[in-house]
Nanobody, 116 residues
Framework: QVQLVESGGGLVQPGGSLRLSCAAS????????MGWYRQAPGTQRELVAS???????NYADSVKGRFTISGDNAKNTVYLQMTSLQPDDTGVYYC??????????WGQGTQVIVSS
């Protein structure tokens, strides 16, 4: 059974940066594209960044130019580098398969709060 563990969230001031990590229990990145999803308070979960098996990336318009997704197959880890953070980036961040998530893979996520 696949387990995904997200980490790296926290409280950051507007304009700051964070790097999120997602560690997978198995070598799934060779089989699945992966993505980072965000759920802001009172909203539905949305896909903000994704990476295909061959390394192609895609971003939501709201984060384009500020967020960078990358993967390390040897470590079974996907990263999300976030820069120029804004209050609207606040939410719980999850990783999962992309563009279609696997419902059984949702983890606890990692909380990001952007506030002064």
């Amino acid at each position: 059974q696949v387990q995904l563990v997200e980490s790296g969230g926290g409280l950051v001031q507007p304009g700051g940066s964070l790097r999120l990590s997602c560690a997978a229990s198995g070598n799934i990145f060779r089989l699945y594209g992966m993505g980072w999803y965000r759920q802001a308070p009172g909203t539905q979960r949305e896909l903000v960044a994704s990476i295909t098996r061959d390394g192609s990336t895609n971003y939501a318009d709201s984060v384009k130019g500020r967020f960078t997704i990358s993967g390390d197959n040897a470590k079974n880890t996907v990263y999300l580098q976030m820069t120029s953070l804004q209050p609207d980036d606040t939410g719980v961040y999850y990783c999962n398969a992309a563009p279609v998530a696997v419902s059984a893979w949702w983890g606890q996520g990692t909380q990001v709060i952007v506030s002064s």
